[in-house]
């Protein structure tokens, strides 16, 4: 079946750092791939995606490049604020007509002045 | 403004008794699908519907049931039979026959005594 492996956390930066969150994935078929961010108490937002290989999805300084080769789906930016503390979650969806999404467990993010 | 509400946003329940979750979207959506998360953890599916009067289990549908009536109503409950039902419940839509993304309403958090 599908699956999702992010890189364990949590991630504690100084603002204005690198960064980037790891996700990896097993999936059969063309899956489309996604970040999802959540913010305290709230729910899923969707940041970026992409749905080929070699795809870039963007939004917000974030970035992050569908590597069928690598199957990965890693999430950079190149300068964190503090406004960007929240939780991460990778997650891809299945090429059928259903379209579920199967997620990762979440990456913890905290960004410091 | 189009999107997903759910509501309440904190629930609390004694042990034993069945509760139900509301989820309302207005973006004209056919598809539905009800998450749980606990902490740690990715989202679980529990239900999903495609399309009104059908539905199907997710992956952990045990002690949960759902309704499609209407296009933009996607009620969950939970039921005594469900043996840890303290959780936070996402509500998620998407659009078929378009792009693959689903949209997430705000969550509720039950709280099982």
């Known amino acids: 079946g599908n699956s999702v492996t992010q890189m364990e956390g949590p991630v504690t930066l100084s603002e204005e750092a690198f960064l980037t969150i790891n996700c990896t994935y097993t999936?059969?078929?063309?899956?489309?791939l996604f970040w999802y961010v959540q913010y305290p108490g709230e729910g899923l937002q969707l940041l970026l995606k992409?749905?080929?290989?070699?795809d870039k999805g963007s939004n917000k300084g974030f970035e992050a490049t569908y590597r069928k080769e690598t199957t990965s789906f890693h999430l950079e930016k190149g300068s964190v604020q503090v406004s960007d503390s929240a939780v991460y979650f990778c997650?891809?969806?299945?090429?059928?007509?259903?379209?579920?999404?199967?997620f990762g467990k979440g990456i913890t993010l905290s960004v410091r002045p | 403004d189009g999107g997903i509400t759910q509501s309440p946003k904190y629930l609390f329940r004694k042990e034993g008794q069945n509760v139900t979750l509301s989820c309302e979207q207005n973006?004209?959506?056919?598809?539905m699908y009800w998450y749980r998360q606990d902490p740690g953890q990715g989202l679980r599916l529990i239900y999903y519907?495609?399309?009104?009067?059908?539905?199907q289990k997710g992956d952990i549908a045990e002690g949960y049931s759902v309704s499609r009536e209407k296009k933009e109503s996607f009620p969950l409950t939970v039921t005594s039979a469900q043996k840890n039902p303290t959780a936070f419940y996402l509500c998620?839509?998407?659009?078929?026959?378009?792009?693959?993304?689903?949209?997430f309403g705000p969550g509720t958090r039950l709280t099982v005594l």
């Open positions: 998620a839509s998407r659009a078929t026959g378009g792009p693959d993304t689903q949209y």
């Open positions: 999936a059969t078929g063309y899956p489309s």
């Open positions: 992409a749905t080929k290989a070699d």
């Open positions: 997650a891809l969806s299945d090429a059928g007509a259903n379209s579920k999404l199967t």
């Open positions: 973006l004209n959506h056919d598809a």
């Open positions: 519907s495609q399309i009104v009067n059908d539905f």
